[in-house]
Nanobody
Framework: VQLQACGGGLVQAGGSLTLSCAASGRTNSNYAMAWFRQAPGKEREFVAAIRAGSSTYYEDSVKGRFTISRDNAQNTVYLQMNSLKPEDTAVYYC????????????????????WGQGTLVTVSS
């Protein structure tokens, strides 16, 4: 499975961006997908996840501002980001869980098998 993330860019605080993550290869809608981010000098951190049944989970700081969704027909996962803040500045990575219909959300990067290359989001104040 190959993941290709795109949609990053420079935006002013309060603005919006939508990230996309297209999957190719042996894809399957029964696997959970997630977005992580990594700011300079910091560890990679969980942002949002969506399971096979489309249930979602968010990190507290993005709740109410970010929305994760998936289009299984297009093998694509999205992250709609609204009301962006300077502290949202980071490289954003999409990740795929190799576990068939995982019954719980995984918040640690080490549990994800597939990774996209990252897309930079910069929020200016």
């Amino acid at each position: 499975v190959q993941l290709q993330a795109c949609g990053g860019g420079l935006v002013q605080a309060g603005g919006s961006l939508t990230l996309s993550c297209a999957a190719s290869g042996r894809t399957n809608s029964n696997y959970a997908m997630a977005w992580f981010r990594q700011a300079p000098g910091k560890e990679r951190e969980f942002v949002a996840a969506i399971r096979a049944g489309s249930s979602t989970y968010y990190e507290d700081s993005v709740k109410g501002r970010f929305t994760i969704s998936r289009d299984n027909a297009q093998n694509t996962v999205y992250l709609q980001m609204n009301s962006l803040k300077p502290e949202d500045t980071a490289v954003y990575y999409c990740a795929g869980d190799g576990t068939f219909r995982a019954s719980y959300f995984k918040l640690q990067p080490r549990y994800y098998t597939y990774w996209g290359q990252g897309t930079l989001v910069t929020v200016s104040s």
